[in-house]
């Protein structure tokens, strides 16, 4: 790969990245409103930076090039290179969930916003209900028509333009990460954690430090089992990685202080000597340390509020043995819900709800968690990583 990398000065990360991408778009599109921040200077500096990249890229641009844009940091980034004349497919894969047309009004300049979406030849959207909020907005909103040819692409004809939309789940290769687990086992950081365990069970699950992920229901969810199951004290212990990530937002720094509050009031009530219920992790670990823990976890739990995808839970089936699998409790606001079926689906705002799946997964037996993990293997095979890349790039092709 040829990469060609360019910086950003101090104004344009605080207008562009850390003002409205992520206090205006991604509380938006994580149906969060009530977090929602605007500032219109915030607004220009990000229309303002997607013409910058736009500028800097097209005179490396050749002819044949397919451009492949990824995520709601450049959504207008096609309307800014068609503006410097490039006229080569443009496609965009937009990485976490789209609102539907309810939330997406709370954001001011959202018809600027889906009118530059609409500047982009292919649209790519992680679920159906992603595609179908989309096309909402399109109908109800921009006055646009759709027309749907079978499994082909979504025919889109908005604002004066005319693009296709379609839903891609993005995969992972779930043979590799396997082996990555397999062969991970006996690394320090594994062998540290199997021997505090002390043959206790494993809930593990990683994620960014966000609000989005559900962390303090989980922590919640944890606590209430037991709470209301005492043989499960000091025979399961909760192992939370959550690297920190923008820092510099308020809402982040707010769900940080609220999750080693709430860790470290149901460690304070339930700990003993020997057993700390929740081990609340903020740090970074490489893939393969991470795929041997899930290897070794008997439950992953993956509750977002909201999620895109969620390839946590696609990684955590694909690193289990498949011999002795482990259970996936699998938030239903989770994209990776729509293809893990045979996981256990739980609403992550019923804590009680979370809990009982926890348990059930404990007590799950052998061979219904065997079927479980094939009927999830399979589908991970069938859709992986390449065959996501591969449909989206033959459809942005195709025209």
């Not at 989309?134 to 908005?158: H, K, S, W």
């Amino acid at each position: 790969m040829t990469f060609a990398t360019i910086g950003l000065v101090k104004r344009d990360y605080d207008q562009y990245y850390r003002g409205f991408s992520n206090a205006t778009l991604w509380p938006a599109f994580h149906y969060r409103p009530d977090l929602i921040e605007f500032d219109r200077d915030e607004y220009d500096g990000y229309r303002r930076v997607n013409r910058w990249l736009a500028e800097r890229l097209a005179p490396l641009l050749r002819a044949d090039d397919v451009i492949w844009v990824h995520d709601y940091h450049l959504i207008p980034f096609a309307q800014a290179l068609r503006a410097f004349g490039v006229k080569n497919r443009i496609g965009f894969f937009l990485n976490i969930p789209f609102p539907a047309p309810q939330i997406l009004l709370n954001v001011p300049r959202h018809r600027e916003l889906v009118e530059a979406l609409c500047a982009f030849d292919l649209l790519g959207f992680q679920t159906e209900l992603d595609l179908r909020a989309f096309c909402e907005y399109i109908d109800v909103e921009a006055y646009g028509t759709l027309a749907r040819d079978g499994a082909n692409p979504i025919d889109v004809q908005a604002f004066g333009q005319r693009l296709k939309a379609s839903a891609y789940p993005i995969g992972v290769y779930p043979d590799e990460i396997a082996a990555l687990a397999k062969d991970g086992g006996s690394g320090r950081d594994v062998e540290i954690v199997k021997s505090t365990l002390h043959h206790r069970k494993l809930v593990m699950s990683v994620d960014r430090l966000d609000y989005s992920k559900g962390l303090v229901e989980r922590f919640r969810a944890f606590a209430r089992l037991i709470e209301h199951d005492p043989a499960q004290r000091n025979n399961v212990s909760f192992l939370q990685i959550a690297p920190s990530t923008r820092s510099d937002v308020d809402a982040y720094r707010d769900i940080r202080l609220q999750l080693e509050a709430e860790s470290g009031r149901i460690n304070g009530r339930y700990a003993e000597l020997d057993w700390t219920p929740i081990r609340y992790i903020h740090r970074q670990y490489d893939r393969p340390v991470l795929a041997a823990l899930f290897r070794e976890a008997h439950v992953g739990l993956v509750t977002p509020l909201r999620d895109g995808m969620n390839l946590v839970a696609k990684e955590y089936v694909s690193a289990q043995d498949p011999d002795d699998p482990g259970v996936l409790v699998l938030s239903q606001f989770a994209g990776a819900a729509r293809e893990l079926t045979a996981a256990l689906i739980v609403n992550p705002l019923d804590i009680d709800g979370m809990a009982d799946a926890i348990a059930t997964a404990f007590k799950m037996p052998l061979p219904e968690r065997k079927t479980r993990y094939e009927e999830m293997m399979a589908q991970l095979r069938e859709n992986n990583v390449s065959v996501w890349r591969d449909r989206f790039l033959r459809d942005l092709k195709a025209g």
